[in-house]
């Protein structure tokens, strides 16, 4: 609990055995339940995750927007807070974000990664692609936004209801933003400090770009 609201925290794993370990590892005693979504992992994510006293459930759709939108079903919080199971977003921020939720009044804050506090956590392809991403999506929806890709958020649980979220892969992470944003949420961004990956890297990076980028024209011109 922190601010008398129940936090709920949702982890989406592919073969992050490793960095589940060490995410729930850090986690402050603030947060009430853990969810930690096996997308058809072949390692020993979920018996990792079981033993550190986190709820499992299994996705068997591939990707990370399937795998948030399962473990979203499963999340019974008044808030819940997001993060990938490779050690790169900080759990222990997760008492001061939502401080910031509720003192700023908003629904929904995404942490932002920019200015990187460790720039060797980020290479510059991924970083250039970061930019172009964010770019394209104010100049596309004309709203300020600094990290459309973060994947950590903190949010009011009741909003999901009314957010129209699609995609089963990673375009989910800008298009649950830009629901908020378009549905008239109060959205904000915080700054967090951003490390190095546990684990293998699991993003295609020209293939997931490329993904992302052609989500937001189809998104913009209403073909969602
Ligand atoms: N790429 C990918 N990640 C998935 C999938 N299902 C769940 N995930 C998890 O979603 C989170 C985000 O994926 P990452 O591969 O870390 O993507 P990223 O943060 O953009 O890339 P990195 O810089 O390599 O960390 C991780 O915890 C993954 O394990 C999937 O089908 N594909
Ligand atoms: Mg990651």
Redesign the pocket.
């Known amino acids: 609990m922190r601010q008398n609201l129940k936090l709920s925290l949702v982890?989406?794993?592919?073969?992050?055995e490793d960095?589940?370990r060490e995410v729930i590892g850090r986690c402050p005693r603030e947060i009430d339940e853990i969810v930690v979504?096996d997308?058809?992992c072949t390692d020993r994510t979920a018996e990792v995750a079981r033993a550190l006293g986190a709820v499992v459930v299994s996705e068997r759709r591939?990707?990370?927007g399937?795998?948030y939108k399962a473990g979203f079903k499963a999340a019974a919080g008044d808030i819940v807070v997001t993060l990938?199971?490779?050690g790169?977003y900080p759990p222990e921020a997760i008492p001061e974000l939502v401080d910031t939720l509720v003192a700023r009044h908003l629904d929904f804050l995404s942490a932002c990664r920019f200015p990187l506090s460790d720039p060797k956590a980020?290479g510059l392809t991924?970083r250039f692609g970061n930019w172009v991403l964010t770019v394209a999506a104010m100049l596309l929806f004309f709203k300020p936004i600094r990290d459309s890709?973060s994947?950590m958020w903190v949010f009011k649980r009741p909003i999901l209801e009314r957010l129209r979220v699609t995609s089963d892969?990673?375009p989910f992470?800008q298009e649950i933003k830009l629901e908020a944003i378009l549905k008239g949420f109060r959205f904000g961004e915080a700054h967090i400090h951003y490390g190095a990956?546990i684990g293998e890297?699991?993003?295609?990076k020209w293939r997931?770009g490329w993904l992302n980028l052609s989500f937001l024209f189809r998104k913009r011109l209403g073909l969602l």
């Open positions: 982890i989406p794993c592919y073969n992050e960095g589940v979504v997308n058809n591939p990707g990370y399937a795998a990938d199971g490779d790169t980020m991924n890709q994947g892969g990673m992470s990956r890297v699991k993003l295609q997931d």
